[in-house]
Structures are given as C-alpha cells and as structure tokens.
C-alpha cells in the first residue's frame, strides 16, 4: 500500500512539472527563408561596382539571418577600417531591421540611448536591411565613400539588382 502512495506522488509531481514544459497542440518547425551564397555575392559585388564606377573604394559585408557575416569584400586601396566598419552598419541594420542611417537619426535624437554600446553596433549611414516582402533576412554594409548617403547609395543599387530573386 505505501509502495502504491509513493507511486501516485511521483506521478502526480511528475505530469506538474512536466506540464509548463509540455509542447502546444500544433508545435512546428519555422520555415524561414535566408540568403543564398550568390545571391550575397551578387549583393556585395554590386554594391563594390556601383561605389567603384564613381570613383570610391570602399569594402562592403552582406550578413545574413542572424547578423553572421555572409560576404565580406576589402576593395583596393581602402582603409583598414572600412572593411569592420561595413560589417558593423550591415550588423546594425538587420538587428534594427532599418537602414543604419535612420539608426544613426535615433541615437542623435537621443543621445542617451544605451543601443549604440552594445557590440558591433554603429551609428553610422551605409546599410540596408535586405528584406524578403516584410521579413528582414539580411542587410548590406558598405563603408569608404565620403559620406554615409554614398555608401547607402550603393547598398540599394545592389539590393535592387537581386529585387526580383528576394520575392
């Protein structure tokens, strides 16, 4: 008899316990959709072209889903900077999910906000989220033409080139 109390008190404890743990009726995998190799070299490479063709050398990064590096392209006769700077605006662009330059907006109107001390994060114009209808699944840093609003320039003209591959 007491075996039988003994039993009916694990038991009891056991489906408690388990129950916060217990999976929802419909429990499913995500299906997420991510950024192909060619398709993030075909992004970088644009985006190195187009700053090229005006005169400006500049390193670009594609990151992918998760903010992990994808592409990155050091052109010639760029900074040593350049090259972690375009990974950081691409980083802070697909963790935002908006261009870093409307990042970079916020943090000036508000000087105080801790976002721009967290890692690899930079308040700076030259990336673009790069987007699957309203799903971020990426974004592109390009960094090393005078000014922000170039190297963004060239970001979108590489985004817009794979437009109809991101559908």
């Not at 038991?11 to 929802?24: I, K, M, N, Y």
């Not at 429990?27 to 090229?52: G, N």
């Not at 990974?87 to 943090?107: D, H």
């Amino acid at each position: 008899m007491r075996f039988l109390a003994t039993f009916a008190a694990v038991a009891t404890l056991g489906a408690s316990l388990g129950a916060p743990f217990a999976l929802p009726a419909r429990a499913e995998l995500l299906s997420l959709k991510a950024l192909s190799a060619p398709i993030a070299l075909s992004i970088a490479q644009t985006a190195y072209d187009a700053c090229l063709q005006q005169g400006y050398h500049v390193s670009v990064t594609v990151v992918g889903l998760e903010g992990q590096p994808l592409i990155s392209l050091r052109g010639d006769s760029t900074s040593p900077h350049t090259i972690e700077n375009s990974l950081r605006k691409a980083y802070t662009s697909r963790t935002f999910r908006i261009p870093s330059g409307e990042f970079a907006q916020r943090v000036k109107d508000n000087p105080t906000s801790g976002q721009v001390h967290l890692a690899n994060i930079v308040a700076a114009q030259g990336a673009l989220p790069i987007k699957t209808g309203d799903t971020v699944i990426g974004a592109v840093g390009v960094s090393g033409a005078p000014g922000g609003e170039k190297d963004e320039a060239c970001a979108k003209a590489a985004i817009d080139k794979v437009a109809d591959q991101l559908k």
